[in-house]
T-cell receptor
Framework: DTGVSQDPRHKITKRGQNVTFRCDPI?????LYWYRQTLGQGPEFLTY????????KSRLLSDRFSAERPKGSFSTLEIQRTEQGDSAMYLC????????????FGSGTRLTVV | TQLLEQSPQFLSIQEGENLTVYCNSS?????LQWYRQEPGEGPVLLVT?????EVKKLKRLTFQFGDARKDSSLHITAAQPGDTGLYLC??????????FGPGTRLSVLP
């Protein structure tokens, strides 16, 4: 297992376009999280899944954002009608529920909306 | 919403110096973790502390969880340039998810 993979690493898009990011977690991890991080800040929670169920969504996750984890494995995060304020690093992490092992993060997808 | 504060926000020191960074909250956490993040990469877990008063050592790094499980500190002895990075603390809100602090950006100059 090579850890948590995120694709793409970088995305530049024009305002108003839709973008989709993918996250492949560690295979035996049943929880998957999405965080957003802007420059100089810590990661902000967006949403998380346990297996294929989306258990919690932050108020930061407006109706332009949607996340899926259809088979309890990889996950996608889609942003519709992107705005300049969406520019950030989008981080995916996975973990085992009930274990104090913490999160294993991917390297993130850096989104720039121009 | 449980909030974590970290201090100092920025720290620049010379190689070989010791330093301590702090993570504070008014909320109680079931566990607390420290991560280090380098530019353009995701955070990497350093340690998890669970028991109030717990002290863990990882080579030159010493982590302490406050007795009331509301605060934590990270002490680095004889800092090296490789310790440079953003140090993040994250508190677990009883099995749900982790809330991150804003981080302390450490720069160790050779």
């Amino acid at each position: 297992d090579t850890g948590v993979s995120q694709d793409p690493r970088h995305k530049i898009t024009k305002r108003g376009q839709n973008v989709t990011f993918r996250c492949d977690p560690i295979s035996e991890h049943n929880r998957l999280y999405w965080y957003r991080q802007t420059l100089g800040q810590g990661p902000e929670f967006l949403t998380y899944f346990q297996n294929e169920a989306q258990l919690e969504k932050s108020r930061l996750l407006s109706d332009r954002f949607s996340a899926e984890r259809p088979k309890g494995s990889f996950s996608t995060l889609e942003i519709q009608r992107t705005e300049q304020g969406d520019s950030a690093m989008y981080l995916c992490a996975s973990s085992l529920v009930g274990a104090n092992y913490g999160y294993t993060f991917g390297s993130g997808t850096r989104l720039t909306v121009v | 919403t449980q909030l974590l504060e970290q201090s100092p926000q920025f720290l620049s020191i010379q190689e070989g110096e010791n330093l301590t960074v702090y993570c504070n909250s008014s909320s109680v956490f079931s566990s607390l973790q420290w991560y280090r993040q380098e530019p353009g990469e995701g955070p990497v877990l350093l340690v998890t502390v669970v028991t109030g008063g717990e002290v863990k050592k990882l080579k030159r790094l010493t982590f302490q969880f406050g007795d009331a499980r509301k605060d934590s500190s990270l002490h680095i002895t004889a800092a090296q340039p490789g310790d440079t990075g953003l140090y993040l603390c994250a508190g677990e809100d009883y099995g749900q998810n982790f809330v991150f602090g804003p981080g302390t950006r450490l720069s160790v100059l050779p």
